[in-house]
T-cell receptor, first 111, second 112 residues
């Protein structure tokens, strides 16, 4: 069965303390892996798409990487405004419409 | 401004009273979908549409209906809501089925 698991569920960091969020997946035929950011009371906002193992994408303090079994979202020197829930989603199989979301990681950055 | 608009933002209703949640996008996207978000379960797909008059079931379609008569609109219909449909609902659209999703700001539904 296709599955996407994110860890940890919640993460509290001090401002400037770098860390990584994990998204592990077991799917047949990965077509793409997406990272989204969700703020309270809002819909998820797109961050990155990764298509193949070894691929990396960067945006400000965030860097996403992909292997054959998992993806990492690295956060370097985070600021309080990086506090949010980060969602991972996988598109797999023969249907372009099949998208499976993980449960998310709630990230909190203390000043 | 490019956006996905859902209405209403909040809705409280009673069991069995039919309701519709509207969704509209102004980006000329082909693909639209509905999700529900529940604590610990993440986002689960209810229905999706690859284009006008083309809709299909997602992972949790029971108790829901959709229609896609126009490209920009994709309403979610609950014919006879039940308390287990209390949830946070999101509409999303994308250029194609394998493109990044643009989400609305959600509809929080409570069924008593």
């Amino acid at each position: 069965e296709d599955q996407v698991t994110q860890s940890p569920e919640a993460l509290r960091l001090q401002e400037g303390e770098s860390s990584s969020l994990n998204c592990s997946y077991t799917v047949s035929g990965l077509r793409g892996l997406f990272w989204y950011r969700q703020d309270p009371g809002k819909g998820p906002e797109f961050l990155f798409t990764l298509y193949s193992a070894g691929e990396e994408k960067e945006k400000e303090r965030l860097k996403a990487t992909l292997t054959k079994k998992e993806s990492f979202l690295h956060i370097t020197a985070p600021k309080p405004e990086d506090s949010a829930t980060y969602l991972c989603a996988v598109q797999a199989g023969s249907s372009a419409s099949k998208i499976i979301f993980g449960s998310g990681t709630r990230l909190s950055i203390r000043p | 401004e490019a956006q996905v608009t859902q209405n209403p933002r909040y809705l409280i209703t009673v069991t069995g009273k039919k309701l519709t949640v509207t969704c509209s996008q102004n980006m000329n996207h082909e693909y639209m979908s509905w999700y529900r978000q529940d604590p610990g379960l993440g986002l689960r797909q209810i229905y999706y549409s690859m284009n006008v008059e083309v809709t299909d079931k997602g992972d949790v379609p029971e108790g829901y209906k959709v229609s896609r008569k126009e490209k920009r609109n994709f309403p979610l219909i609950l014919e006879s809501p039940s308390p287990n449909q209390t949830s946070l609902y999101f509409c999303a659209s994308s250029f194609r089925g394998n493109s990044p999703l643009h989400f609305g700001n959600g509809t929080r539904l409570t069924v008593t």
